[in-house]
C-alpha cells in the first residue's frame, strides 16, 4: 500500500469526525500555552514549522512573537481554517512523513500532541530533522505511559484512539528521538488542565475530580504527567 492510501483513513477521520464539529471554530491560547510559547525565547524573524498544525492557534502565538510561520496538516478542513485566518502563513496539506521542504529551511520545528497519531513516527520525526538547519530546536509534546491517572485506571485516552493513539514511556520516546537523530535538553509539564474550561468539559459530576487533577499536575514529578514538552536539538 502506498503512502497516499495509507493516509487516507486518517484524512478521512480528522476532515470528517473531528473537526466536523468546530466548523471553523478555533479556540484561543491558554495561559500555559503563552508561557511555553515565551520559554522558547526570542522568535523574531525565525523560521517556524508547525507540525500537524490543526486549525493553527499555536502558530498564531508564535507568529505574535514575531516568528515566520509555516504548518503542514493531512486535514483539509484544517489547512483551509488555518489558511483563513494566518493568510501570511505557509500552510500545506499533507503527511508529516513526507515534508514538501527543502533540508535545513526552519529554526524551529514544532510537534505537540500529534506524534503518538502518526503511523510512522521514525519517518517524521527523521523529516523533522531533515527540514532543520543544524542549530535547530524542536518541541514535541506527547502523552506519558507514566501518567499516574491512566495507570490508575482512570484515563483511557483521547478521542483519536479510533484512529491510533500510541503512548510510550519517557524513557522509549527519549530513544525514539535519539534515533532520528536528536537529545532531549529539556522536559516541561504540560499545564494546559489548569483552566476553567477543561475543568467544566464533560459531565458536572466530573468536574471535581478534573479540578483535583488539575491542581496535582503542578507538583506530581515528571514521571507521573500526562503529557510532557521535549526540547530537543540535533545530536
Same mark, same amino acid.
Given at each position: 500500500?502506498?503512502?497516499?492510501? &495509507?493516509?487516507?483513513?486518517? /484524512? ?11 466548523? #471553523? ?25 508547525? =507540525? ?7 502558530? %498564531? ?14 486535514? %483539509? ?6 489558511? &483563513? ?23 524551529? =520545528?514544532?510537534?505537540? #500532541?500529534?506524534? &503518538? ?17 543544524? /542549530? ?39 530513544? $525514539? ?53 521535549? $526540547?530537543?536539538?540535533?545530536?
Amino acid at each position: 500500500m502506498d503512502e497516499k492510501a &495509507e493516509a487516507k483513513p486518517a /484524512q478521512q477521520f480528522y476532515d470528517q469526525t473531528y473537526y466536523a464539529d468546530k466548523d #471553523g471554530q478555533r479556540g484561543s491560547a491558554t495561559w500555559h500555552t503563552r508561557r511555553i510559547a515565551h520559554r522558547l525565547g526570542n522568535l523574531r524573524n525565525k523560521r517556524v514549522l508547525d =507540525v500537524a498544525c490543526g486549525l493553527g492557534e499555536w502558530l %498564531e502565538l508564535l507568529g505574535r512573537e514575531g516568528a515566520l510561520l509555516s504548518g503542514i496538516d493531512i486535514s %483539509e478542513r484544517a489547512v483551509k481554517t488555518c489558511r &483563513e485566518h494566518l493568510p501570511g502563513a505557509d500552510v500545506r496539506l499533507g503527511s508529516a512523513d513526507s515534508l514538501p521542504w527543502p533540508d535545513a529551511t526552519f529554526d524551529l =520545528v514544532t510537534c505537540l #500532541g500529534s506524534l &503518538e497519531h502518526f503511523a510512522d513516527k521514525p519517518r517524521a520525526l527523521e523529516e523533522m530533522v531533515r527540514v532543520g538547519v543544524a /542549530q535547530a530546536r524542536y518541541l514535541v509534546l506527547v502523552p506519558n505511559a507514566g501518567f499516574l491517572t491512566r495507570r490508575l485506571g482512570f484515563y483511557a485516552g483521547t478521542q483519536q484512539t479510533r484512529l491510533r493513539e500510541d503512548v510510550y514511556s519517557l524513557d522509549t520516546w527519549t530513544d $525514539l528521538f535519539r534515533t532520528a537523530g536528536l537529545i532531549v535538553q529539556r522536559r516541561w509539564r504540560d499545564l494546559h488542565t489548569l483552566d476553567h474550561r477543561w475543568i467544566a468539559t464533560g459531565p458536572m459530576r466530573q468536574w471535581v475530580l478534573r479540578a483535583a487533577q488539575a491542581a496535582m499536575l503542578p507538583i506530581w514529578p515528571i514521571a507521573w504527567q500526562y503529557q510532557v514538552y521535549h $526540547l530537543c536539538k540535533k545530536v
